[in-house]
């Protein structure tokens, strides 16, 4: 068995045999059942027969506007045609390896190039182009024979393998047939990458050679979890990856079924809602009421439990309750937020508070495996501390590996809590994975005011002008360097802000489970694009009163009127 590392662009596991697709030029390879070869050959040789056709026409034509040079290469194509080494060759890769037919003019002519690139003689070796051009118009010639759809052919779950995957090509591909895909080149970013995600395809990309490594048949894994494929694993590796493939497929089925998803507005924007929560338990809830993921896991919460200093000490208490995020709530995306240091203090006696974040991290780390797993750093001041917990996490990492343990990816994301954080958003983003924008605090310590003390609540006001341009700095830095970006503090969950932040450009937002429904509904009944125009009026006026006053009145009325969301409060913890 071999693992190779790449980037994981689309989370899942998918385990079958390798079809391979090299798109440069493509070709796709496939085995053909024994009573088909006779049928194979003799789609080769009338492919060989129609490409002589076509070059004897293009040689005519050439010759009339008196090309010869021209004519004469169209010629030795000709000739190659009839050259042993090449449509022979093919025909007995057909025979032999039991090849389809594309795959096996592919394989011939790249042999042939192989011999040209060894002779000295710079006009010789010219001819390695031709042959490349030679070998696409028979495979072209293959294909218009039997206008069958890419991958018709192809054995049920099967795993593609490709030098490179282009988006048509990907949206071509039927993946209920193929159940993941590793490519040599891509990243996260590349659509085919975003589309991967977006149908569920387990993905791999940027392997740099897994298709130099594999061959057609090979059993190989697609982790997109953990940025890995596994060549040629084991029978129990493969069957430990089947179920893992297994509860993935059913987790997918559950979500579909449930109807969890974005919110959408009457124009069609998707606003992703995740949930806050404090307790392992409260996934179910969550998941009832609609949230697509977990944006915001409170982890000090474990450690205000009778049994948090057990629990602070023990990565392998932390690990299970980590993956439990998972099981039990079919999230498709899980953020923990670390334990804040007071909370870790608190619980320490004996321990040193630095031993404890590194338990804290590798048990993430280890839980990281069973899906997309997201840190937070709470409280960031700067990017310093970003910078801190980053070296924390690539040690815990490195310990792991030491162990034989298995660490996944995960990303890293600064709480934007304070406003020295907002103000210097443009810097994080140059750092942080992703933003959550924790208005909870922002509010308080930018207006000095208490979110908990009754004698500071008057001042205690999320609309307030300096707050809503720490928010759009925010937003604005993200969305300039391309950083995922949430709100997951309770201000989200205000009818009468929530438009104004989709206007300000937001589109992820987390919350207490209970105010999802009537978040949605609320959501379902905007227009996106005329949000912008009133968020931009309302960034204009000079206080609190004066902006919700505005934003009832350009909403046509106050929704709270309207909506009775459930706790607004609830959540609103440290
Ligand atoms: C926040 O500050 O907005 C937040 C979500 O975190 P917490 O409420 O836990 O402080
Ligand atoms: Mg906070």
Sequence with gaps: MRRL???????????????????????????????????????????????KRQLHEIGARLNQRARAELRYLFEAQILMLDDPLFVNRAEELVRSEHANAEWAVWRACAGLAAVFDEVEDPYLRERKGEMADLSGRVRMNLRRARESALFDDVEEGAVLVADQLSPSIAAQIDWTK?????????????????????????????????????????????????????????????????????RWV?????????????????????????????????????????????????????LASADAPAIAASEALQVELYRQLFDRGRADSVTIRLFTASALEEVAGDHDVGDLRRVQLRAVLRAAGDGQLNILVPTVSGVGDLRDVRAMIAESRAALERRGDRAGQVAIGAMIEVPSAALTADVLAREADFFSIGTNDLVQYTLGASRTEPRGAALYEPLHPAVLRLIRQVLDAAAGSNVPVALCGEMATDPVAIPLLIGLGLR????????????????GQLRASELREVADRAMSLATAAEIEEYLADALGRDPRDELTLGSATEGATT
Excluded: C, W
């Design 178 to 246: 193929i159940h993941g895909f590793a490519t040599d080149t891509g990243s996260r970013t590349d659509h085919t990458a975003i589309l991967a995600r977006s149908l569920h395809v387990p993905a791999v990309m940027g392997l740099l050679d897994v298709s130099g490594q594999v061959s057609p048949g090979t059993t190989l894994v697609v982790d997109g979890t953990m940025s890995e494929v596994l060549i040629a694993p084991s029978p129990a590796e493969a069957a430990d990856y089947r179920g893992r493939r297994q």
């Design 508 to 523: 992820t937002v987390s919350m207490n489970p209970a105010a999802i429904p009537t978040t949605k509904q609320l959501i």
């Design 5 to 51: 590392t790449g980037t994981g662009v689309s989370h899942g596991v998918a385990v079958g045999p390798v079809v391979m697709l090299m798109q440069n030029p493509l070709v796709i390879r496939f085995a053909i059942p024994p009573d088909r070869i006779d049928d194979e050959l003799t789609r080769l040789r009338d492919a060989r027969e129609r490409s």
């Design 250 to 302: 059913a987790m997918q089925t559950r979500r579909e079924r449930q109807g969890v998803g974005p919110a959408r507005t009457l124009d069609g924007v998707e606003i992703r809602i995740d949930a806050n929560i404090e307790r392992v338990a409260d996934v179910e809830v969550a998941r009832q009421q609609g949230a697509q993921g977990i944006g915001l896991f409170r982890s000090e919460f474990l």
